[in-house]
């Protein structure tokens, strides 16, 4: 599995397992195949309501934990130092680990919710560049983070992001972002690879994936790592995790790249880091 290397020097690799929505025994034989095909990248969050069923699952595959890259999340309703910490003890507790390799903020703070947004930002950093000098998180990162609020946490940071976590798809790929965290030296990582299911009709995709005789997910994944992220697509079942595995045998030339970039508008969430909790459709 390629890797790419952090800013602290940690590597990770570029292809991972999402597991939102996975719960319960569904979470842990989706953890437990996907580690079995070949997968060491898991990422889960505490507002997924699933580290329970990603550490049993951990467990159950019968793989040493120092092999399996376990990254969870805080989530954005409990930001602030002491809550950060509070927060980080339940997660590890769930996912039973005494560590974990990637801490991110799940969405940063926002005007409508923090009476000071980057205050609260802060704080929660500064807990989690604490957290990881004391050897209990490798890696710390962002996610859903815009300019404005990366520029708000250099002020403060010790530490600059490792990774920053967005949504990354064929037609809502957030080039200006991810330009300016690739220029920060940090790693962009994809969630939503799929557009929520929405590229599935494309025929410009379509058509290129019929001449890889790949699959349309296949060309998705493939086009978020050429692009030199991390991507952490979903799924639960055997068939899709050992198919979205299999993207490593063929290359998108220059020409399929662009066209992939150059797709209209498609499968946006409507979330946005500063309008939560309303989502802007």
């Not at 437990?32 to 990248?41: D, E, F, K, P, W």
């Not at 000098?133 to 946490?153: C, D, M, P, T, Y």
């Not at 990582?189 to 296949?218: R, T």
Request: glycine share 6%; hydrophobic share 40%; proline share 4%.
């Amino acid at each position: 599995m390629k890797k790419l290397i952090l800013n602290d020097g940690h590597e990770i690799p570029v292809l991972g397992f999402g597991t939102y929505k996975a719960r319960e025994q569904e979470g842990i034989d989706a953890v437990v195949s996907a580690i079995s095909n070949g997968y060491s990248l898991i990422d889960t969050a505490s507002i997924y309501g699933n580290e329970e069923a990603v550490g049993k699952g951990s467990q159950e595959s019968g793989v040493a934990r120092e092999h399996v890259y376990i990254t969870t999340k805080l989530w954005r309703e409990c930001l602030g130092y002491e809550s950060t910490k509070i927060e980080f003890e339940k997660s590890l507790k769930r996912l039973k680990v005494d560590y974990l390799d990637l801490y991110l903020i799940h969405w940063p703070a926002n005007a409508k919710n923090y009476e000071n947004w980057q205050k609260a930002n802060a704080d929660s950093w500064r807990a989690m560049e604490d957290l990881q000098a004391e050897g209990r998180i490798k890696s710390i990162g962002v996610s859903n983070f815009f300019v404005e609020h990366l520029e708000a946490l250099f002020q403060t940071a010790r530490v600059i992001p490792s990774i920053n976590q967005l949504e990354f798809h064929p037609g809502y790929w957030q080039q200006d972002l991810v330009e300016y965290c690739k220029m920060k030296d940090i790693v962009v990582e994809s969630w939503s690879p799929l557009a929520k299911g929405k590229v599935f009709g494309n025929e410009v995709l379509k058509s290129i994936a019929e001449k890889h005789n790949k699959s349309v997910a296949q060309v998705c994944l493939r086009w978020v790592i050429q692009h030199q992220l991390v991507v952490i697509p979903k799924s639960s079942t055997p068939q899709r995790i050992k198919e979205n595995m299999e993207i490593f045998d063929f290359e998108l030339t220059d020409t399929e790249m662009d066209s992939i970039n150059a797709l209209p508008k498609m499968g946006f969430s409507g979330e946005m880091p500063n309008s939560w909790p309303d989502i802007v459709k």
